[in-house]
């Protein structure tokens, strides 16, 4: 099991730029488990939804709303995700959440708090 605690949002004008940061840490530290990162967001009045996800082998995929926007990447420690979002829009606007998914065939969940994204002039 790991704890996800996301940081890095706040109020940006379009057209601007914001970092988001995942700390990621294990809860016990017995288990051999592996996870796969995702960022996801939910908008008011709309459903959650992937932004952008990275495996454990670093393969990368995003949501077509936010590609060549967004980048997902992973700190040389391996316990940190970033989510660089670059050119926003007022559409980017909602709270951001950090994922880890067990790399196996279990495939269970795990949530941060969420860190809220405002994009607006």
């Known amino acids: 099991q790991v704890q996800l605690v996301e940081s890095g949002g706040g109020l940006v004008q379009p057209g601007g730029s914001l970092r988001l940061s995942c700390a990621v840490s294990?809860?016990?530290?017995?288990?051999?488990?592996?996870?796969?990162m995702g960022w996801h967001r939910q908008a008011p009045g709309k459903q959650r939804e992937l932004v952008a996800s990275?495996?454990?082998?670093?393969?990368?995929k995003y949501a077509d709303s936010v590609k060549g926007r967004f980048t997902i990447s992973k700190g040389s420690a391996q316990n940190t995700v970033y989510l660089q979002m670059n050119g926003l829009i007022p559409e980017d606007t909602g709270v951001y959440y950090c994922?880890?998914?067990?790399?196996?065939?279990?495939?269970?969940?795990?949530w941060g708090q969420g860190t809220q994204v405002t994009v607006s002039s």
């Open positions: 294990r809860i016990s530290t017995s288990s051999a488990a592996t996870y796969d």
């Open positions: 994922n880890a998914k067990e790399a196996s065939y279990l495939r269970r969940d795990f």
């Open positions: 990275i495996t454990v082998g670093n393969s990368a």
